[in-house]
């Protein structure tokens, strides 16, 4: 069942990767990477690496695609004039392609490779791959882990530090300043007698009148 | 409790003895999903007829009341009438994807009910990482919108799903925060253990033993956060009917439409079912054990819990108006993901004192 489960999920991969390059629509070749992780995904789970099968559908479909999608959504992109020059740099990309083809073989083929003999360890019951790789990353790891976390916070700053601009023309809140503001601030209230004597008033018309 | 989960294997020994492992699995499994999706429907069902009357009655108004005793059968009512209703596709929509839409938003609303156990033993999967299944899970609902949005090829629809994707992942990092601080506390990513580590503790297992209160910023991140994530108000700016006439829903109708009210009821609870088993301790009774039948851990409780919670959601949407969108982002960002920063921060220099209550 784990076999066969392996080949469907192995068949989706390959065709929604090919999709991804060959799709029409930016939408639908983002949609279709999409449909790779997943299924990658799936296959580390048929391996019983939930963790990390877990991960990368919260990481990579759940925060990353849906970020890519909403740019790729969001710009008007012309595919027919970027596919023109597809088969001018075919040549290129195509050795580019076959020398990574060739290499890769090479490896896999080595005899230090072993691939044919390669099993992976079945997982003993009760075996909880989460609290395991927490171990070894917050243990054996801790150095590289903390590195890679500063790491990243420091890409993650430079990101917003370089395209942090505030224009001076714009007008924004400032909700501390809305929230502290008081009645008083707003309202004037003024003091004034709710009618202005008779008197005066038959004074003017009179006056109107003579003039 | 022991003969009641043997009980409950026994359908699974028939079944193993009859067809194979590997058939039986798939028929327990089967038949368990039927037994979880099947009350859950009908619980969005009678959920939205709740909605109505209760925010009639919040109201003065008397809300649905014509159709059978008490209104009770306006839901089945109004489902037959989204089924009969002409599914419109809109001339310029790019129809694969028009019908996809609905269904990736219903699809992870149903699925994420896989790992919340209503009781020890009864739950579809009892899998160590089910608190990151249940995030990982939840945040692929946004492409459902963001897909309908895009495929309905109207500017109202793209705005929707724009502010929904937007508004989905900021408050998915708040959420994310607050779940952490219960993961240090459980030491577990299993939702029944989870559960379970609440009935232990100084006060042995009633209300004072539960993360609400040890945790209780967290809580109201949580559940203000879940609000924010099936887009109910007062964080509806999604649907905006004032600005953007419902958003991604608006060229839908019929069936298509009702997929995305179903997953947005279904959300509702389970938002309340997870609050509930995280920080409200479940199935277990808010007294000591120690008085006889009070004290017992129920599924009753379970129910009462949710119930609650829901009541709630309902309870927000008679009373505050909606937020305008950057403050909902300002308070996403600037407020909530402190808020937690610091409160994990106090957990974790907690629980490595002497006075730690998780031991």
């Known amino acids: ?211 | 409790m022991m003969e009641l989960q043997q009980l409950l294997q026994l359908p699974l020994q028939l079944m193993t003895q009859y067809l194979g492992t590997d058939l039986a699995f798939v028929g327990w499994s089967l038949l368990k999903i039927v037994c979880v999706i099947g009350p859950l429907m009908g619980g969005v069902a009678y959920l939205t007829l709740a909605e109505r009357k209760i925010i009639g009655m919040m109201q003065i108004r008397i809300g649905p009341n014509r159709v059978g005793p008490f209104g009770l059968l306006q839901p089945v009512v109004d489902g037959v009438k989204l089924v009969l209703k002409e599914i419109i596709t809109p001339s310029a929509a790019n129809t694969g994807l028009f019908y996809l839409g609905p269904a990736m938003v219903m699809i992870p609303a149903m699925a994420a009910w896989a790992v919340v156990p209503f009781y020890p033993g009864f739950v579809v999967a009892d899998i160590n990482v089910g608190l990151l299944y249940i995030m990982a899970i939840t945040s692929m609902g946004i492409y459902g919108v963001i897909i309908s949005g895009w495929a309905s090829n109207s500017k109202y629809a793209f705005l929707g799903a724009m502010r929904a994707a937007a508004q989905v992942i900021s408050y998915e990092l708040a959420m994310g925060f607050a779940l952490i601080g219960v993961m240090m506390v459980s030491g577990s990513l299993n939702l029944t253990e989870i559960v379970e580590q609440q009935g232990r503790g100084i006060a042995g297992g009633s209300i004072l033993s539960w993360n609400l209160i040890p945790l209780a910023p967290l809580f109201v991140v949580y559940f203000v956060s879940g609000l924010a994530e099936t887009n109910r108000c007062p964080f509806d700016v999604v649907e905006g009917e004032s600005e953007i006439v419902a958003g991604h829903m608006i060229e839908y109708s019929g069936m298509t439409f009702a997929q995305f009210f179903l997953a947005e009821y279904a959300n509702m609870i389970l938002i309340s079912a997870m609050a509930s088993v995280l920080f409200l301790g479940g199935w277990l009774s808010p007294f000591p054990a120690s008085i006889p039948v009070l004290g017992a851990p129920c599924f009753l409780w379970w129910v009462a819990k949710v119930a609650f919670l829901l009541f709630c959601f309902l309870w927000f949407r008679a009373t505050f108006p909606r937020y305008r969108y950057d403050q909902l982002m300002r308070l996403g960002w600037k407020v909530f993901i402190p808020v937690t920063l610091v409160w994990i921060v106090l957990i974790g220099a907690w629980m490595q004192t002497p006075f730690s209550i998780w031991k």
């Open chain 1, 1 to 211: 069942m784990t076999l066969a489960l392996f080949y469907l999920f192995a068949a989706i991969l390959v065709l929604a990767a090919l999709r991804v390059v060959t799709a029409r629509n930016p939408v639908h070749a983002a949609l279709s990477l999409v449909l790779c992780f997943f299924t990658a995904a799936m296959l580390w789970m048929l391996i019983k690496a939930e963790f990390l099968a877990i991960s990368l559908v919260l990481i990579y479909v759940g925060a990353v695609m849906v970020l890519f999608l909403f740019v790729v959504m969001m710009l008007d992109i012309n595919f027919e004039s970027l596919r023109k020059g597809f088969w001018r740099f075919f040549p290129v990309a195509g050795t580019v392609a076959a020398i990574m083809l060739g290499e890769m073989l090479l490896v896999l083929t080595s005899r230090y490779a072993n691939l044919s003999a390669a099993r992976l360890p079945e997982p003993a019951a009760g075996f909880n791959s989460a609290k395991a790789l927490g171990k070894l990353l917050y243990t054996e790891y801790f150095l590289p882990f903390q590195l890679a976390a500063v790491l990243l916070l420091v890409g993650m700053i430079a990101a917003i530090a370089l395209t942090h601009r505030q224009r001076k023309n714009t007008k924004f809140q400032d909700p501390a300043d809305q929230v502290a503001v008081k009645a008083a601030d707003r309202v004037v209230v003024l003091k004034m007698e709710a009618e202005k004597p008779a008197h005066a008033e038959t004074d003017t018309t009179h006056t109107g009148e003579k003039a």
